[in-house]
């Protein structure tokens, strides 16, 4: 891949991984979920969708982003 195409084939990815991202952050806040099961889903969200790569999940920590979910109750 071209750096001029990076762009152009992440972006739609991370679209989508930020609706689901969203997504699971609620079922969590609605208890529908446990932290531990969110966490686990955004993980396998983030290895699906850009692959399964340790840099990524260290720089997109399902942990964290639960843990600074705005609370909305």
Do not use: C, N
Request: no cysteine; hydrophobic share 40%.
């Amino acid at each position: 891949m071209k750096p001029a195409d990076f762009g152009r084939t992440i972006e739609p990815k991370w679209q989508v991984a930020q609706r689901l991202v969203k997504e699971i952050e609620g079922a969590v806040e609605k208890e529908h979920l446990t932290p531990l099961d969110g966490a686990r889903t955004i993980s396998a969200v983030a290895a699906t969708l850009f692959g399964y790569d340790e840099f990524i999940l260290r720089e997109i920590s399902p942990e964290t982003l639960l843990a600074t979910a705005p609370s909305r109750r």
